[in-house]
């Protein structure tokens, strides 16, 4: 066999894997770990709104949750690997593309491939918490959204950067909130199976959760980039302080009781991709 013909084969190997049952299961498993982790930031950002205190609403926050509860380790452990399963699914689309009719363009396997980032390091600071490093996928968010732009604000053109950051992170939550308006996700979603009321459960907690979720990630961006324009690491804002940011309009703790039950709908909504997303 030659080497054209052996690379062929590789390529097919590899594209029946990445279409493979067991692929199929990781990515499902994926979205129920993903919805386990919204549910509880939400039920985490309530408790904040109703007693002004509490856990941090964020993935530390809820990995430490999970930790107390009996037989927590074997649950973080769980949830690791079904990330893990979703971050391989997210690597499969970048590299062999989405299901659709549109699934090679190279946008989409850009966003992939960044997903597949974002996925592995959840997954990997999931599993270092279940093996003892309590430091890892239990740390603040806002600490370390504070220290990473510490750092970048000490670049040269570092307020730039952060700034440029901040306006991303912003353009990305205003377009998840809009997506989400518009239903964009029925295109992902087998439909067709679904009974009427599932369908509106699916719509309900897709477009309430999805916006919020935009909300959030658009606030966030906000900070950085405000962050960037007072040279102040203290002005930027993980998830938590963000949460804990909209007590601070007039409508005080109600927006962020709006904000978290959003958070749990998009929990739902995950849930719903497990069993029905095109994969």
Same mark, same amino acid.
């Given at each position: 066999?030659?080497?054209?013909?052996?690379?062929?084969?590789?390529?097919?190997?590899?594209?029946?894997?990445?279409?493979?049952?067991?692929?199929?299961?990781?990515?499902?498993?994926?979205?129920?770990?993903?919805?386990?982790?919204?549910?509880?930031?939400?039920?985490?950002?309530?408790? /904040?709104a109703?007693?002004? $205190?509490?856990?941090q *609403?964020?993935? #530390?926050?809820? %990995? !430490?949750?999970i @930790?107390?509860?009996?037989?927590?380790?074997?649950?973080l452990?769980?949830?690791?690997?079904?990330?893990?399963?979703?971050?391989?699914?997210r690597?499969?689309?970048?590299?062999?593309?989405?299901a659709?009719?549109?699934?090679?363009?190279?946008t989409k396997?850009?966003?992939?491939a960044?997903?597949?980032?974002?996925?592995?390091f959840?997954?990997?600071s999931v599993?270092?918490?279940?093996?003892g490093?309590?430091?890892?996928?239990?740390g603040?968010?806002?600490?370390?959204?504070?220290?990473i732009?510490?750092k970048?604000?000490?670049?040269?053109?570092g307020q730039? /950067?952060?700034g440029?950051? $901040?306006i991303?992170? *912003?353009?990305? #939550?205003?377009? %998840? !909130?809009?997506? @989400?308006?518009?239903?964009?996700?029925?295109?992902?979603?087998?439909?067709?199976?679904?009974?009427?009321?599932?369908?509106?459960?699916?719509?309900?907690?897709?477009?309430?959760?999805?916006?919020a979720?935009?909300?959030?990630?658009?606030?966030?961006?906000?900070?950085?980039?405000?962050a960037?324009?007072?040279?102040?690491?203290?002005s930027?804002?993980?998830?938590?302080d963000?949460?804990?940011?909209?007590?601070d309009?007039?409508a005080?703790?109600w927006?962020?009781?709006?904000?978290?039950?959003?958070?749990?709908a998009?929990?739902v909504?995950?849930?719903?991709?497990?069993?029905?997303?095109?994969?």
């Amino acid at each position: 066999m030659n080497t054209r013909a052996a690379a062929a084969q590789g390529r097919g190997q590899a594209r029946r894997a990445a279409n493979s049952t067991a692929m199929e299961a990781g990515a499902r498993a994926g979205f129920v770990a993903r919805g386990v982790i919204y549910v509880l930031v939400g039920v985490l950002a309530l408790r /904040i709104a109703f007693s002004g $205190g509490g856990r941090q *609403a964020d993935r #530390g926050g809820a %990995i !430490a949750e999970i @930790a107390e509860k009996p037989f927590g380790k074997v649950m973080l452990w769980l949830l690791g690997i079904a990330l893990v399963g979703m971050a391989l699914w997210r690597l499969s689309e970048a590299l062999f593309g989405q299901a659709g009719p549109d699934g090679d363009k190279p946008t989409k396997r850009a966003m992939a491939a960044g997903r597949f980032v974002f996925y592995s390091f959840v997954a990997y600071s999931v599993l270092s918490f279940a093996a003892g490093d309590s430091g890892s996928g239990g740390g603040s968010s806002d600490k370390q959204s504070q220290d990473i732009t510490a750092k970048a604000l000490g670049w040269p053109g570092g307020q730039w /950067i952060v700034g440029a950051a $901040g306006i991303a992170i *912003a353009g990305a #939550g205003l377009w %998840i !909130a809009v997506r @989400a308006i518009m239903r964009k996700y029925h295109k992902h979603l087998k439909m067709s199976e679904m009974r009427r009321r599932t369908r509106r459960i699916v719509d309900f907690t897709g477009v309430f959760g999805g916006t919020a979720r935009g909300i959030v990630f658009a606030t966030a961006g906000g900070f950085a980039v405000a962050a960037a324009v007072q040279h102040s690491p203290d002005s930027s804002k993980g998830m938590d302080d963000t949460l804990r940011s909209f007590t601070d309009t007039p409508a005080g703790p109600w927006l962020l009781v709006v904000i978290a039950l959003g958070l749990a709908a998009f929990g739902v909504f995950s849930w719903a991709n497990a069993r029905y997303r095109k994969v």
